[in-house]
């Protein structure tokens, strides 16, 4: 008898022309008899937006959900939503990118029915990606307190830098004078911190980064630590509050709000097919040691 396999699909209600390619998934799960549970929200926007005739075998409205295969249709910003609700279930998610760049939903929408094919047949690899957890001592917020891609400290609105304080395991590292901080995983090293200067870290390396976001200080560069430190962060402000940002989810802190930054006791499992890897999405999304002279030959 063939496996009967779970799945549950996240998507990107912003993308409409990409419609096609969730009635191709829809349809290949619907023809190996998966069970489909759809997020509640996706699901809305399936059939009242694009009236598609969707009939999945349950929705998910919340994080209490089980599956084989958890599956993304967007970009990273969508992928990064799903592993937020997939959280330490330890699901593989697999990401079908629908956006622009995409290095978290690497593949394409054009290799979806080979990528149903290797799940089925069990020919595809599992990359787990580390995720720092945030504490708070002071006023508690609300937000989902992991990020796989990075925690940014900012300030709030137009006025003056913030004064940041950076502690690592106790041991004062330095107080940085700039708009924010990020603290990124390997995985977030393509994303933000790729913008204000910060280097590509390989997965898998076991490492922390601190960026500075437009630092008063030239010398202030960005740093690598080892992912088993516990870093504290306060701040000052001369507005007296300040923005914190996990995985782009951002809520406003007072000062009187102590951070404290370590990984969390989960990795996120990112379903890839065997012929992707790290290096080959750095040279085909960021064209990671293209020769333009070449090209111009």
């Known amino acids: ?39 509640t929200d996706f699901y809305t926007y399936l059939s009242q937006e694009l009236h598609f005739d969707v009939c999945p075998t349950g929705l ?26 997939v959280g330490s279930k330890d699901i593989p998610i697999l990401g079908i990118n629908m956006g622009r760049l995409g290095f978290l939903a690497d593949v394409s929408p054009e290799e979806i029915n080979e990528c149903i094919d290797d799940i089925y047949n069990h020919t ?10 945030v504490k708070y001592e002071g006023p508690e ?17 137009n006025s003056s830098m913030i004064s940041i304080r950076v502690e690592v395991n106790g041991e004062f590292l330095a107080t940085y004078q700039a708009d924010g901080l990020i603290i990124n995983t390997p995985t977030g090293s393509t994303g933000y ?5 910060g280097p590509i870290i390989v997965p898998q390396s ?7 976001v437009a630092s008063h200080s ?26 914190v940002a996990i995985d782009g989810r951002s809520e406003a802190c007072t000062e009187a709000t102590r951070l404290i930054l370590r990984r969390a006791p989960y ?23 293209t020769d333009p002279r070449e090209e111009s030959c």
């Open 1 to 39: 008898m063939a496996e009967r396999l779970k799945f549950a699909l996240f998507g990107n209600i912003y993308q409409a022309k990409k419609s096609a390619s969730v009635k191709q998934l829809i349809s290949l799960l619907a023809a190996r008899d998966a069970e489909l549970y759809i997020d």
């Open 218 to 243: 030239l010398n202030a560069r960005p740093i690598t630590l080892r992912d088993q430190v516990e870093l504290t962060l306060s701040v000052e402000s001369r507005n007296h509050n300040f923005l």
């Open 141 to 157: 917020l609300s937000g989902y307190p992991y990020a796989l891609n990075e925690v940014a400290v900012l300030k709030r609105d």
């Open 206 to 212: 076991g490492t922390f980064c601190i960026t500075p």
């Open 267 to 289: 990795n996120i499992k990112v379903l890839q097919r065997k012929n992707h890897s790290f290096y080959s999405t750095l040279r085909e999304k960021l064209m990671w040691g």
């Open 193 to 197: 911190a790729l913008s204000v200067g």
């Open 60 to 85: 998910i409205s919340d994080s209490d959900f089980q599956a084989d295969i958890a599956v993304s249709m967007g970009g990273d910003g969508t992928f990064l939503a799903a592993a937020s609700r």
């Open 124 to 133: 595809y690899k599992i990359d787990e990606r580390s995720v720092i957890e």
